[in-house]
């Protein structure tokens, strides 16, 4: 018997449009897994399909062992945080953290003695008498992730917990959730479209397009070794920057008119192409210390078009072979806007994509 | 963003409507109050004499008896049939139109025409209702004989409208969003749980308010029936307030002894509404 979430070949059709096709996961107890995606790839309807909310065309749902995809939502032992919170606004905290308990025949003494707990851990218990409506924003986010947590779920699910809360708060409560899920028996399924969330919160890291997983991987992983182009693309800020490249029979590397290096390591044959993804921090300017070391380079000439700058790190827009490309540099680099200059690729940890950008090469 | 001018620039003419058919008369009921005028000769100062009259009158405390049960029986009755009416028709679904729609009709149509109706329909010697009073243990003449049946009867006929109050219910409920009531089930609260301690609580402000207002419109939405089918008996059993001030007004020419019975009802109108917004006051107090 498996411990935790298992969702295997899932298909959630919504108003007859397949919104899921076939998505295959598992989340152990007390591990959290993050989905992201776009929107419109269906990370919150696999949500509501786990909790019940929508039923479920074909596959099967798991937990524990127990299948539940024909389970009401109330059976399933799940708790879900939603993205409006979906507090209720008549009921004081306590009232909102003890609704489940309550509903479920707890009694008073009991249901008050476990959000009192939860309350302490979230920094809750002076809040306890108020309504939803006299809380702040961050307040009420860990009002709704403390409902969830109370009854101590197989499966926690939180569709973006995080979204309604402004940019110096979230990094705040992602420490919390992390915080209150340790410890926890809870499978966690959470779901973002905002990848710092995602790369912050993720024990493992899923990518969702269209209803399809592209990839499921440890963070780290999904980063540096994306399973396909659309991976590549939608994790990092700037995106990758992806090159056609094709290998002349002299064993010369070309990417359109540019000839990048005599004779690099690279998985493509003397005569054929495929797509080179690079990341920022994986193109270098001369005089740029933020530059791997690395044997396997090639040389392109580039022009600066553009210089964004970040708090510790700069984004220099370079234009070659008619496309923009986006380099890392550390903020005291000094970019002249329209300078041209060689930028090194560096090819050691590059990804090789196949020409049809479906799958990896190498 | 239009201008405060404007806009009540565009409300004049409807507010001087207005002024001129009901705040005038309204007004004018309570200098009346303190006259004897019949219409035709001149008025005769008459200070409180209406007033301690009324005071005294057997059938103006009947009359406020009559209205306050007919309101205290059809006002929650009504209330509770378009809670349960809203609930069952706020999502849209095969029928829901038609339900809405036969909802709101009998409000739309007029008062006579749906009292004729009924006068037709309780005709004790060919009416179908009436027919059917015997199988609740009800004699088919009995609303003609028996004040208590007869009241009952105007009560029951009122049940029909609960138009608006269903509308106004429908839009309210479905104000409230779907995630909370899906939070609710997944908590795993049962039907009757989230109707007690979710739906209800949310639609009470609603609930009072409208209450408040049926409340005000009950004795004016009775009258017709009143009128029309009962004609104030048997043995004053359906005499109501405004239908008592009618009769003195218009049958009697007594129109100094109306306004009197006008200002009582109107008086106790506002302290039927006023307690009712006191109650409502409180409990948004507490819902903050």
Redesign the interface.
């Known amino acids: 018997m498996t411990q935790g979430l298992e969702l295997d070949q899932l298909v959630v059709h919504l108003d007859g449009k397949p919104v899921l096709r076939g998505v295959s996961l598992a989340a152990a107890a007390g591990e959290r897994v993050v989905l992201a995606g776009p929107s419109g790839s269906g990370k919150s309807t696999l949500l509501r399909a786990v909790?019940?909310?929508v039923p479920v065309q074909a596959g099967s749902i798991h937990i524990d062992g127990r299948r539940i995809d024909s389970l009401?939502?109330?059976q399933?032992d799940?708790?879900?945080m939603?993205q409006?919170y979906?507090?209720?606004?008549?009921?004081s905290v306590l009232d909102n953290l003890t609704?489940?308990l309550r509903?479920?025949g707890k009694s008073k003494t009991v249901a008050d003695e476990r959000a009192s707990a939860v309350a302490a851990t979230l920094g809750l218990s002076s809040l306890l008498a108020r309504?939803p409506?006299?809380l702040s924003g961050g307040e009420r986010q860990r009002v709704a992730l403390g409902?969830a947590l109370l009854?101590q779920p197989k499966a926690l699910l939180l569709d973006e917990p995080l979204s309604s809360l402004d940019a110096q708060l979230r990094s705040k409560a992602r420490a919390e959730i992390v915080r209150a899920h340790a410890g926890s028996n809870s499978a966690m399924l959470l779901v973002t479209h905002d990848q710092a969330e995602a790369m912050a919160l993720a024990d493992r890291l899923g990518i969702l397009k269209d209803g399809v997983l592209q990839q499921l991987a440890a963070p780290r992983a999904v980063y540096a070794r994306p399973a396909n182009r659309f991976v590549a693309q939608f994790l990092g800020s700037p995106a990758m920057n992806l090159f056609e490249v094709r290998r002349a029979l002299d064993g010369a590397l070309w990417w359109r008119n540019a000839r990048l290096a005599d004779s690099a390591e690279a998985p493509v044959h003397a005569g054929s192409s495929a797509t080179l993804g690079l990341r920022p921090e994986q193109l270098s300017l001369p005089g740029s210390r933020w530059a791997p070391a690395s044997q396997n380079v090639a040389q392109l000439q580039a022009r600066i078009v553009d210089v964004e700058a970040g708090g510790d790190h700069q984004i220099v827009w370079l234009e070659a072979e008619g496309e923009r490309l986006a380099a890392r540099t550390e903020p005291e680099w000094r970019a002249v806007t329209g300078e041209k200059l060689p930028v090194t690729l560096h090819l050691d940890q590059a990804c090789w994509f196949a020409p049809d950008g479906e799958g990896v090469l190498l | 963003m239009i201008s405060h001018w404007r806009l009540w620039g565009w409300s004049l003419p409807g507010l001087a409507l207005l002024a001129a058919l009901v705040v005038l008369p309204a007004l004018l009921t309570l200098p009346l109050a303190l006259l004897h005028f019949d219409g035709v000769s001149a008025p005769r100062f008459a200070g409180a004499d209406n007033i301690v009259r009324l005071w005294g009158d057997p059938l103006f405390w009947q009359s406020l008896s009559n209205s306050l049960k007919v309101l205290f029986i059809s006002v929650p009755l009504r209330l509770m049939l378009a809670l349960g009416l809203a609930l069952l028709l706020h999502r849209n679904g095969p029928g829901v139109g038609l339900g809405r729609a036969a909802t709101l009709a009998p409000g739309v149509t007029p008062d006579i025409a749906w009292a004729l109706i009924w006068l037709f329909l309780l005709n004790p010697l060919y009416g179908p209702v009436a027919l059917l009073l015997p199988l609740i243990g009800i004699a088919p003449d009995a609303w003609l004989t028996q004040p208590g049946v007869a009241r009952g009867l105007l009560s029951f006929m009122t049940l029909w409208l609960i138009g608006e109050l269903t509308v106004v219910l429908i839009a309210a409920r479905q104000e409230l969003g779907h995630e909370v009531y899906e939070a609710a089930r997944i908590e795993g609260a049962s039907s009757w749980h989230i109707f007690t301690r979710v739906t209800l609580p949310l639609l009470m402000p609603v609930l009072v308010l409208l209450a408040c207002r049926d409340a005000a419109l009950s004795f004016q939405t009775s009258l017709t029936p009143a009128l029309i089918i009962t004609k104030g008996g048997p043995q004053y059993g359906t005499l109501l307030l405004p239908m008592y001030a009618y009769q003195n007004g218009f049958e009697y020419l007594r129109f100094g002894y109306a306004a009197a019975i006008q200002l009582a009802l109107f008086v106790i109108t506002v302290l039927l509404i006023g307690l009712q917004l006191r109650w409502l006051k409180r409990w948004s107090m507490q819902g903050r």
């Open positions: 909790a019940g909310l009401p939502s109330a399933r799940v708790a879900m939603f409006s979906a507090l209720f606004p008549h009921l609704f489940g509903a479920r309504r409506a006299g409902r009854r």
